[in-house]
């Protein structure tokens, strides 16, 4: 399978703990992007990777987060000190820059609960 | 007033209806306009990409975009049980950046 691959899919976690998920885009993609999804919710932007360089924020990205892509390939979103409020579905997506279209592919996300 | 908005739903129709989904949308700048489909618990599908106005077809599903309006539409013809999902639309200004989504439609294809 050569789709857009996330771990863990699923993570229960205590409040004040911190968590890390993992994407692996398609191989030839070179952005990258993470989203929040809330139930009954649309996905929400958090940020996007072209290659490594993180080129946009959401304000919806608190000091707690941070995304990296350290050689342009997987990516990391780690949430420090989580919170109740931070229980969603974490999706990566990722892109071609260039090419006939910008479509998203989405992994099947990484869902985190917080106790 | 949200940038993107979609009747959540949910909606119910036989199984062979055709479905008309809609999306409106505040921000005259998007340009780039998606439909994808969700099942529970997974990650959303990619069904249709259209760029500015007019309208696309792929097998069962038609989308039309309508940016006098602010407003985009997906049809799916001869619906199945198979197409019962949350319907999301989303889009964004320029190629390739953030894309908005809207909250999703829900749908139930009755047999």
């Known amino acids: 399978d050569t789709g857009v691959s996330q771990n863990p899919r699923h993570k229960i976690t205590k409040r004040g703990q911190n968590v890390t998920f993992r994407c692996d885009p398609i191989?030839?993609?070179?952005?990258l992007y993470w989203y929040r999804q809330t139930l009954g919710q649309g996905p929400e932007f958090l940020t996007y990777f072209q290659n490594e360089a993180q080129l946009e924020k959401s304000r919806l990205l608190s000091d707690r987060f941070s995304a990296e892509r350290p050689k342009g390939s997987f990516s990391t979103l780690e949430i420090q000190r989580t919170e109740q409020g931070d229980s969603a579905m974490y999706l990566c997506?990722?892109?071609?820059?260039?090419?006939?279209?910008?479509?998203?592919?989405f992994g099947e996300g990484s869902r985190l609960t917080v106790l | 007033q949200k940038e993107v908005e979609q009747d959540p739903g949910p909606l119910s129709v036989p199984e062979g209806a055709i479905v008309s989904l809609n999306c409106t949308y505040s921000n005259s700048a998007f340009q780039y306009f998606m439909w994808y489909r969700q099942y529970s618990r997974k990650g959303p599908e990619l069904l249709m990409y259209t760029y500015s106005s007019g309208n696309k077809e792929d097998g069962r599903f038609t989308a039309q975009v309508d940016k006098s309006s602010k407003y985009i539409s997906l049809f799916i013809r001869d619906s199945q049980p198979s197409d019962s999902a949350t319907y999301l639309c989303?889009?964004?200004?320029?190629?390739?950046?953030?894309?908005?989504f809207g909250p999703g439609t829900r749908l139930s294809v009755l047999p």
């Open positions: 191989s030839e993609h070179n952005r």
């Open positions: 989303a889009m964004s200004v320029n190629y390739g950046q953030n894309f908005v």
């Open positions: 997506a990722s892109s071609l820059a260039a090419g006939l279209s910008g479509e998203l592919f």
